[in-house]
T-cell receptor, first 117, second 110 residues
Framework: DTGVSQNPRHKITKRGQNVTFRCDPI?????LYWYRQTLGQGPEFLTY????????KSRLLSDRFSAERPKGSFSTLEIQRTEQGDSAMYLC???????????????FGEGSRLTVL | LAKTTQPISMDSYEGQEVNITCSHN???????ITWYQQFPSQGPRFIIQ???TKVTNEVASLFIPADRKSSTLSLPRVSLSDTAVYYC???????????FGTGTRLQVFP
């Protein structure tokens, strides 16, 4: 399977713990996106990278959230001191350089579901 | 970004054609209309994109009138597996991200 891969698929944690999610994009895709989705809502944009550069961060991305893409390949999204409100599906997507939402499509992974107790 | 309005939910039966209309009154000249489909516990999947008139692919057709203030996603002969949430998005020509609304929840019955 050469699609976008996200790990872990499910994570249950206690309030106050740190969690990290990993995303492996499609290999030739230079752009990588993180979204968050809660029940009954559409995905909310968090941040995106072009290669290793983080080009945009949403105001939704508080100081407890940090995303990295150190070598321009896989990316990690870390949430520190988790809160119950962080419970959501965290989605990763990628697209090729030169193509974006307006000229092509974003390829989404299956997401990582976080439950904070 | 142009705000989109689409029905919260729709019901249909297998074999019927389903048309989901989306309003985007403030669409700008360089905006594209894009539709995504999302099944439970999966990420959204691109269905179709258009600028004006009609676009058709193996999954759906997209009808866009001349004023581009609305668009209609047409799914021919739906099956149970088409039960999903469908998102209408207006995408700026120079944007690098998608902004999703709440979508239309389509339920297909046998």
């Amino acid at each position: 399977d050469t699609g976008v891969s996200q790990n872990p698929r499910h994570k249950i944690t206690k309030r106050g713990q740190n969690v990290t999610f990993r995303c492996d994009p499609i290999s030739e895709h230079n752009r990588l996106y993180w979204y968050r989705q809660t029940l009954g809502q559409g995905p909310e944009f968090l941040t995106y990278f072009q290669n290793e550069a983080q080009l945009e961060k949403s105001r939704l991305l508080s100081d407890r959230f940090s995303a990295e893409r150190p070598k321009g390949s896989f990316s990690t999204l870390e949430i520190q001191r988790t809160e119950q409100g962080d419970s959501a599906m965290y989605l990763c997507a990628s697209s090729p350089l030169g193509q974006g939402p307006n000229t092509g499509e974003l390829f989404f992974g299956e997401g990582s579901r976080l439950t904070v107790l | 970004l142009a705000k989109t309005t689409q029905p919260i939910s729709m019901d249909s039966y297998e074999g019927q054609e389903v048309n989901i209309t989306c309003s985007h009154n403030n669409i700008a000249t360089n905006d594209y209309i894009t539709w995504y489909q999302q099944f439970p516990s999966q990420g959204p999947r691109f269905i179709i994109q258009g600028y004006k008139t009609k676009v058709t692919n193996e999954v759906a057709s997209l009808f866009i009138p001349a004023d581009r203030k609305s668009s209609t996603l047409s799914l021919p002969r739906v099956s149970l597996s088409d039960t999903a949430v469908y998102y209408c998005l207006v995408v700026k020509g120079n944007t690098d991200k998608l902004i999703f609304g709440t979508g239309t929840r389509l339920q297909v019955f046998p």
